[in-house]
T-cell receptor
Framework: QKEVEQDPGPLSVPEGAIVSLNCTYS??????FMWYRQYSRKGPELLMY????GNKEDGRFTAQVDKSSKYISLFIRDSQPSDSATYLC?????????????FGKGTKLTVNP | GAVVSQHPSRVICKSGTSVKIECRSL??????MFWYRQFPKKSLMLMAT?????????EQGVEKDKFLINHASLTLSTLTVTSAHPEDSSFYIC?????????????FGPGTRLTVL
């Protein structure tokens, strides 16, 4: 079993839809969870950074962490064509930029106008 | 804040030549820099971790003599692909780890696409 599982999709939704992206993980030592957005042929861009279980909201984006179920989610409200990208979940055991991240495979999202 | 640049963005070279890729953190000091490789429709594969002034730590299966990493300062790391071959063609991405704003996490460069003919 891989440490981090993420459905690669592709996921295609109409503009304005609510998008739900998910990852599961097996290592209970993971404490810090991130979501990155990667446009084609570009580097990943940090979207959300969470630590505790529960929800964190930033504009149209909500990150949810359920440590008991080892499950994290990213919700995108009122999705826009510009949200079309690959979304990668990542996690680490300890806090800080010096820590290794373990990535999911990424989910490719297309938002159709 | 938290800008990481990579140069070049794209390089095409002949088999057997060496290629150097630079990674710079432009507005913060990176205590650690990471080098990743990404194949089409695949996730990021960590190649190595480097700290300023120290030897890089390579992941299992990554040839350290082929992928030379130098981390000369808190804002610059270089990856040199030596004697490149077509199977080394890939998208190489660096990240810089450090405190930028209120987040101490990794920030990624835009990537370098290497094509070896």
């Amino acid at each position: 079993q891989k440490e981090v599982e993420q459905d690669p999709g592709p996921l295609s939704v109409p503009e304005g839809a609510i998008v739900s992206l998910n990852c599961t993980y097996s290592n209970s030592a993971f404490q810090y969870f991130m979501w990155y957005r990667q446009y084609s042929r570009k580097g990943p861009e940090l979207l959300m950074y969470t630590y505790s279980s529960g929800n964190k909201e930033d504009g149209r984006f909500t990150a949810q962490v359920d440590k008991s179920s080892k499950y994290i989610s990213l919700f995108i409200r009122d999705s826009q064509p510009s949200d079309s990208a690959t979304y990668l979940c990542a996690m680490s055991v300890r806090k800080g930029g010096s820590e290794k991240l373990v990535f999911g495979k990424g989910t490719k999202l297309t938002v159709n106008p | 804040g938290a800008v990481v640049s990579q140069h070049p963005s794209r390089v095409i070279c002949k088999s057997g030549t060496s290629v150097k890729i630079e990674c710079r953190s432009l507005d913060f000091q990176a205590t650690t820099m990471f080098w990743y490789r990404q194949f089409p429709k695949k996730s990021l594969m960590l190649m190595a971790t480097s700290n300023e002034g120290s030897k890089a730590t390579y992941e299992q299966g990554v040839e350290k003599d082929k992928f030379l990493i130098n981390h000369a300062s808190l804002t610059l790391s270089t990856l040199t692909v030596t004697s490149a071959h077509p199977e080394d063609s890939s998208f190489y991405i660096c990240s810089a780890g450090g405190l930028a704003g209120d987040q101490d996490t990794q920030y990624f460069g835009p990537g370098t696409r290497l094509t070896v003919l």
